[in-house]
């Protein structure tokens, strides 16, 4: 495993926009190393016999589907008693100040 060294963590560093102090460059070089060996240690898991999961829950469709309903009533009707109508739709004030 190749272990990163200072002019990488700078490099990293400095793609990430972050400023570093000179003190914290060999934290980071150690902290990174680790997660690095840890990513080498992962891929040596067989995952061949595993099957992929994209969900965990079992659930299949949770969406139903649209049903037309009639209830009996014509639109129309439905707007006959609303204070204003502009183009079949209620009309209202403005509730956003401009």
């Given at each position: ?41 992962l891929k040596l898991v067989d995952t ?51």
């Amino acid at each position: 495993m190749p272990k990163l060294s200072k002019e990488d963590v700078l490099k990293l560093a400095r793609l990430a926009r972050l400023e570093l102090q000179p003190d914290e460059i060999s934290e980071y070089i150690d902290e990174i190393n680790r997660i690095l060996n840890y990513v080498e240690q992962l891929k040596l898991v067989d995952t061949n016999a595993m099957i992929p999961t994209n969900q965990v829950t079992g659930l299949i469709n949770v969406m139903r589907s649209d049903q037309i309903i009639n209830y009996g009533y014509d639109p129309k009707s439905l707007l006959k008693n609303v204070p204003k109508v502009k183009d079949h739709q209620i009309e209202v004030k403005r509730m956003v100040e401009l």
